[in-house]
């Protein structure tokens, strides 16, 4: 135990350098041209699963956008997405972060062909798979991975209505 504990406090450094690095990758994916990745306060109240709000600034001190971050479970677990949106309130990208839904099914949902149905949507109505009804702007599922599928729509929900609680405070 004492070895165990003694090799977890030597790497620590190295595995926190590593999360960052592999945070940053996904933030740099979504944006690209991101010169600085500001923290800002969660929204009061924060729901349940809002991980990260962070303002999005480029060289010049411009605002690109926010990138939200937050989770909701899925079929193997939580299931962490992060949301790329512009100061208008568009959709840039989406991606989802590690999780343990089934390889070969629910990892579907990390796939473009299933996460572009996002892009350049706007944030005034909230998304739900299709099978739903009402009055929200239609997500197909991935076939066979339908809890997935869920656990995506619901944390992009989550990060759309925190970019609104952000919009009403500024």
Do not use: H
């Amino acid at each position: 135990t004492g070895l165990i504990s003694l090799t977890y406090e030597l790497t620590r450094e190295e595995r926190e350098l590593q999360a960052e690095n592999a945070a940053n990758a996904n933030r740099l994916a979504l944006f690209p041209k991101a010169e600085e990745f500001l923290p800002m306060d969660l929204p009061e109240p924060a729901p349940e699963g809002l991980l990260e709000v962070l303002m999005v600034k480029a060289s010049d001190g411009s605002l690109l956008g926010y990138l939200i971050s937050a989770y909701k479970r899925g079929y193997g677990g939580q299931v962490p997405v992060m949301v790329a949106v512009s100061p208008d309130g568009v959709i840039l990208g989406v991606r989802v972060l590690d999780n343990d839904e089934t390889p070969g099914l629910g990892k579907k949902v990390e796939q473009n062909q299933f996460l572009n149905q996002f892009v350049n949507k706007s944030v005034q109505k909230p998304f739900a798979l299709s099978i739903q009804s009402g009055d929200f702007q239609p997500i197909d599922a991935i076939s066979g991975a339908t809890i997935s599928s869920r656990a995506v729509t619901e944390a992009v929900n989550m990060a759309v209505l925190a970019f609104e609680q952000i919009k009403e405070g500024s």
